[in-house]
């Protein structure tokens, strides 16, 4: 059974710094392409980072570009996103998907998805 699961969410002041994880049971994440959405209230769902399998390409939403950084560990199978320089405008429901066909912006197009880590960035 395929499993991602997502932590590293939380209260940050804006300025400060989060590390989200996401950590993979049930599939090899190498394998996949791997992305990171987020969903605000009342907002459309954003795809803001996604690491292309076997490759070091990365890519970034305009609105993250510079602030934050999407990585992984193979042998933890685990993705992170680190966020940096946080906005208000950053807070938001953030959920990781893997796909074995390539970085799509859309989510239905992933293969697999978690729950999701709230992040709410506020004095």
């Known amino acids: 059974q395929v499993q991602l699961v997502e932590s590293g969410g939380g209260l940050v002041q804006p300025g400060g710094s989060l590390r989200l994880s996401c950590v993979a049971s049930?599939?090899?994440?190498?394998?996949?392409?791997v992305a990171w959405f987020r969903q605000a209230p009342g907002e459309k769902l954003e795809e803001v980072a996604c690491?292309?399998?076997?490759?070091?390409?990365?890519f970034y939403s305009d609105s993250v570009k510079g602030r934050f950084t999407i990585s992984r560990d193979s042998a933890k199978n685990t993705a992170y996103l680190q966020m940096g320089s946080l906005k208000p405008e950053d807070t938001a429901l953030y959920y990781c998907g893997v796909d074995s066909s390539y970085c799509s912006p859309n989510k239905w197009e992933y293969d697999f998805w978690g729950q999701g880590t709230q992040v709410t960035v506020s004095e």
């Open positions: 690491s292309r399998a076997g490759e070091t390409t990365t």
């Open positions: 049930g599939l090899t994440m190498d394998w996949y392409h």
